[in-house]
């Protein structure tokens, strides 16, 4: 089976979905994008359609890759792209000013959807004095139709590398979608999301509240259930493969005995099943977590233990 990671390079520890090559530490972006293997431009090609022996043009354009002149996917005409050299540019200010460190970059369907990562110093807090939670700033600069580029803040739980999920509330400045069809400003996304300024006050505030509140064993079966719900006959006899493989993990997961029947224990059940043991293999579960299924399955099990604590 084909895997969804065509390239990746990583500095530090190994992440958390165990793919690519280790690179040396503290690395600008652009010799990240270097030794990630995304040092490629695109070039948008008008395309056209024989008739009759003649070419006509079809009010759309095929995006090419420079390395290997394949056609990544085919757009309309007013698609305006981001290149890789200038999505990586956006970490250049605050890697050179120490305010961030590159952290891990690549690309996934055979090059459609390219990435960075990078570590925000001096951005984390802690629960029950040892349970570290990290923050990082997400880049996706997607060569494929029907996806923006997304930028936004991640946390992610150092003791079990699992990737957590910042509020989406309405009016929340974590995070920041550019569609194609403008110029991507890179100044103006920086203004929107406040990133100068920063913090994890508000998720900090909703980790500190669920890690106060005990579940109880209906109310456990009751969030998983309400997670991962079994459709039809079957509905109230059988419990759904998502809810029985957390409940298995979650007095074994890595850091179950920090806040242990707490509602942060049940959340990060659900956050490392997401993480590390959905999807077919590594990549494909890294697809889902960040930019497919699994960011939406972690924001919501994050809003109802929220709710039910």
Not at 188 to 215: D, N, W
């Given at each position: ?14 992440p ?28 948008k ?22 390395s ?25 200010d ?45 880049f ?16 992610i ?25 403008t ?26 509240f ?11 079966v ?10 039809g ?59 497919g ?17």
């Amino acid at each position: 089976m084909a895997h969804m990671v065509e390239t990746m390079a990583y500095a530090g520890e190994v992440p958390w979905h165990g793919l690519g090559k280790k690179v040396l530490p503290d690395l600008t972006p652009e010799q990240m994008l270097y030794e990630a293997g995304l040092d490629w431009t695109v070039e948008k090609i008008p395309a056209f359609a024989e008739v009759n022996g003649e070419k006509v043009a079809v009010g759309k354009s095929a995006l090419v890759r420079s390395s290997d002149n394949k056609v990544l996917d085919v757009v309309g005409d007013d698609w305006c792209e981001t290149q890789n050299a200038e999505a990586f540019g956006f970490f250049a200010d605050f890697v050179s000013e120490g305010n961030m460190e590159m952290h891990t970059a690549g690309s996934l369907r055979g090059g459609q959807m390219v990435w960075a990562l990078a570590k925000v110093k001096d951005e984390s807090f802690e629960l029950f004095g040892k349970d570290r939670v990290d923050s990082y700033l997400l880049f996706s600069n997607p060569h494929m139709y029907g996806k923006s580029i997304d930028v936004r803040f991640t946390p992610i739980r150092v003791v079990c590398n699992n990737t957590l999920t910042l509020s989406l509330s309405e009016g929340s400045k974590n995070g920041v979608k550019v569609s194609h069809r403008t110029k991507f400003n890179s100044e103006q996304v920086k203004e929107t999301m406040g990133i100068a300024s920063f913090k994890l006050t508000e998720y900090k505030k909703q980790a500190e509240f669920i890690a106060s509140k005990r579940f109880t064993e209906e109310s456990k079966v009751e969030y998983l259930e309400r997670l991962f719900p079994v459709l039809g006959e079957a509905k109230r006899k059988e419990r759904s493969k998502s809810a029985t493989a957390v409940l298995d993990i979650l007095d074994t997961q890595p850091g179950a005995e920090m806040g242990e029947g707490t509602f942060w224990q049940l959340y990060n059940g659900v956050t490392y099943h997401v993480d590390h043991q959905m999807g077919r293999n590594s990549d494909n579960r890294m697809n889902s977590a960040w930019f497919g299924g699994g960011v939406k399955k972690k924001q919501e099990a994050l809003a109802l233990a929220v709710e039910m604590a």
